[in-house]
């Protein structure tokens, strides 16, 4: 049962995302008073768990398996519900925390209006010393004439909603969420086209990665249009989507589909806070200021999570979650700026891993460097694994003998880049890398070669 709320805690976090839980937790299991306001019942655990990280992964492995689309959704289902009820608990069940289902907007900088949903439902205000904004982000939907009104018009959220596969899907973006869902409802069996408005496919890589990642996809009937601006979204028989856009040679191209997905970034999700009240400046995007320590211009209140602007991943909401401990508790890790190189991984089949310096960029920076490529197929695990697909990548100061980045697209790119993360994080020379014994056999023990190159 619902514990009775309070008129005053020590700690109000309002939103449910990976740094407010985590922080919620440690708060109340050192005996203060805490609550956490989330305004849906079906979002405790936030995003992550419930329409981003763990669902998109979970439908991605279903249909890496070949499972059936139908199935593959209703055990995603079953998994983010019981991951849901595990967040509610892990919080709710420890005697000082609270959870409060509701909305919530500032009063002023210490006092919260909750709008109650559920059996409780009413208003409620509530006071408290600290105050710690952790509510995201939510999709940015550009301003294409069509795109509000039409129907079969989804964004990642209401897409992974619908528990048929759409034949075909056409998806605006070809960045993390565009061509992870491009590959997985491709692996499932739609007709696939991205269409991005950058000039070049995926610009921040190196050519010779963004070469074979486009080979491969494409080699999975997925069609990659770049430099594409689209003008214009409606419905046609049958409530087919119809999307018109302009190639890079100006002529216009349209397009059916059964399902568009929108997929062009976020926004803060600050409707509804009330922010002025409270006095908390936002920057030119709407993203919450904070200073190096995550705290607002306001001195009671900080912001942790996608909504303070910085990289939008779970596990930088988690370390958030560490520079906010660390200063409550008078420990050393208390600033963005101590944070060290964090990797990413866009996980399409083989996934894409990233950390540090790309070659293009290390030239521009002005490093003197030396590369070193590995194709996936002379790695005898990935044989094993039936995925030779993709290529390793590396960049190393000729100087220093630091490892300056990393690109893997090989199978199981996204664990190995947690290695390079440390080596670099650790301030190892590459041979250290290059010279570890690793397990056998495993994709990692292809640092062996890519780092004999050097
Ligand atoms: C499709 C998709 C896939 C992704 N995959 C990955 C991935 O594989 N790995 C990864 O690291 N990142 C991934 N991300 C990014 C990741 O999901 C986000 O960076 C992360 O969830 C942000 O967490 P957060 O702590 O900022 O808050 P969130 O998890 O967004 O939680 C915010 C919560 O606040 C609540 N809220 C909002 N306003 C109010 C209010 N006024 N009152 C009360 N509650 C409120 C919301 O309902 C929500 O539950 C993905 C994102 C998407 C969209
Ligand atoms: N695996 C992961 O860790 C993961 C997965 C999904 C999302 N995320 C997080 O969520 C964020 C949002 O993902 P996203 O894919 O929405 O954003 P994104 O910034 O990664 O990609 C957006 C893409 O849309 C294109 N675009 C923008 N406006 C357009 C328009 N009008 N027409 C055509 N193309 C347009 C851009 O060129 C870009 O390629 C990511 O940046 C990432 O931080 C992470």
């Known amino acids: 049962m619902a514990k009775t ?13 990976k740094g407010g839980k985590t922080l919620a937790a440690w708060l109340a299991k050192k005996g203060e008073q805490v609550s956490l306001v989330e305004k849906s019942d ?22 890496e398996e070949k499972m059936p689309y139908q199935k593959a959704y209703g055990l995603k289902n079953e998994l983010t519900s019981f991951l849901r009820e595990l967040n509610y608990d892990n919080v709710e069940k420890l005697p000082a925390a609270t959870v409060i289902t509701g909305e919530a907007s500032f009063v002023t900088a210490n006092e919260v209006l909750v709008k109650i949903i559920g059996k409780d439902k009413g208003e409620k205000r509530i006071t408290a010393n600290r105050i710690f904004i952790n509510t995201g982000s939510q999709p940015f939907v550009p301003p294409i004439p069509g795109i509000d009104t039409a129907k079969n018009v989804y964004t990642s959220i209401s897409l992974l909603e619908q528990s048929t596969l759409p034949e075909k899907l056409v998806i605006i973006g070809g960045g993390f969420i565009g061509l992870e869902f491009a590959d997985m409802y491709a692996k499932f069996g739609a007709e696939v086209t991205v269409l991005d408005s950058a000039d070049e496919f995926l610009p921040q890589e190196d050519e010779d990665v963004a070469d074979e990642v486009y080979k491969v996809l494409t080699s999975r009937k997925i069609n990659i249009v770049t430099a594409a601006t689209v003008q214009k979204v409606e419905n046609t028989e049958g409530d087919k989507v119809k999307v018109e856009y302009k190639d890079k040679t100006g002529e216009t191209v349209s397009l059916q589909a059964s399902a568009l997905l929108i997929a062009t970034g976020r926004k803060p999700m600050t409707e509804g806070l009330n922010l002025e009240a409270a006095g908390i400046r936002t920057d030119k995007k709407g993203y919450i200021e904070v200073d190096e320590s995550l705290k607002t211009n306001v001195h009671n209140i900080w912001a942790l999570g996608d909504i303070n602007g910085g990289p939008q991943f779970t596990y930088i909401s988690l370390d958030d979650f560490r520079i906010v401990r660390d200063q409550l508790s008078d420990a050393d890790y208390t600033t963005v700026e101590q944070r060290k190189q964090v990797a990413s991984s866009v996980f399409i089949t083989p996934p894409l891993a990233h950390i540090g310096l790309r070659e293009r960029e290390a030239v521009e920076k002005g490093y003197e ?16 694994d039936c995925n030779t697909s993709g290529l390793l990548k590396t960049v190393v100061d000729k100087k220093t003998n630091k490892i300056l980045g990393c690109i893997l697209f090989c199978t199981g790119a996204n664990e190995m880049i947690n290695t390079i993360q440390v080596a670099i994080n650790c301030g190892l020379d590459y041979q250290e890398v290059r010279d570890t014994i690793y397990t056998h056999p495993s994709m990692t023990e292809a640092f062996n070669d890519l780092y004999a190159q050097i």
């Open 5 to 17: 709320i309070e008129p005053h805690y020590d700690n109000l976090i309002i939103g449910f995302g």
């Open 42 to 63: 079906k979002m405790y655990g936030g995003a992550c768990i419930n329409v981003a990280c763990i669902p998109t992964k979970a439908l991605i492995k279903k249909a």
């Open 369 to 384: 460097i030396k590369v070193a490529k590995l194709p996936a197929t002379s790695v005898v695990r990935a044989r094993i």
